[in-house]
């Protein structure tokens, strides 16, 4: 059977694998940080340059994008805390995070944003977020940003801040979540993935909903190239996996 070189250089897997749904986004240059990272904090190395993570190294070349984690700044004690409403532009992709992240404008601003999406999102819908309570619990929809001490318990957020004004840092990867179980005075007590309980301030910011892209747990790489355009090296008989290297059998 005859067949042409493009046809012996490609996988069975490249025939069937889904072409990316999501496009190319529209990025204005101030919302780059304007360096392309290849491997940085990535290539499994300390501080002395010696690999403590092995198996970690290369990866494509990366423009990093700079992600409103904030949503809503903390105001000063004789202010009223502002709602910030944006609309979505865009849903698309980011090569330096596991979910989507969305395009934003609004509040009165000529200024876009981006912030990670949540589950469910499509453009066109309006996110809000302010520091004070929303103005009616059962208007509250996925990608709303509100204090955890002013959402009802059982509610299910992520990008959660450990400390007020600080920027999420908890779930904000693709498909995560936490979930409210308990509040105090002072604290609210959230579940993790790993069903552990951390206690955060009732005044840290959450957004309620799931981070979108929750399929990407099932995603295919497909081939060894695309594991070391991810930056992942091969795991095969190096190093010390060889040091209990026996003779094949005939």
Known sequence: MMTSPVSCGRTAYSYIRDRRGIPNMPIPKYLKDGLVRRGNGRSGRNNTGRITIRHRGGGHPQTYRIIDFVRAPVEEEEKEPRVIKDKILHIGYDPCRSARIALCAGNGSNQQKLVIAPDG???????????????????????????????????????????????????????????????????????????????????????????????????????????????????????????LWTKKRV
């Open 121 to 243: 999102a499509e453009v066109g819908d309006v996110l809000t977020a302010s520091r004070s309570s929303p103005t009616s619990i059962s208007r509250i929809k996925p990608g709303d940003a509100y204090p955890l001490g002013k959402l009802p318990i059982g509610t299910v957020v992520y990008n959660v801040e450990l400390k007020p004004g600080k920027g999420a840092q908890l779930a904000r990867a693709a498909g995560t979540s936490v979930q409210l179980i308990r509040k105090t005075e002072e604290h609210a007590v959230i579940q993790l993935p790993s069903k552990k309980e951390k206690s955060v301030s009732i005044d840290c910011l959450a957004t309620v909903g799931r981070a979108s892209n929750i399929d990407h747990r099932h995603e295919i790489i497909g081939k060894a190239g695309r594991a070391r355009w991810l930056g992942k090296r091969p795991r095969g008989k190096t190093g010390k996996d060889r040091w």
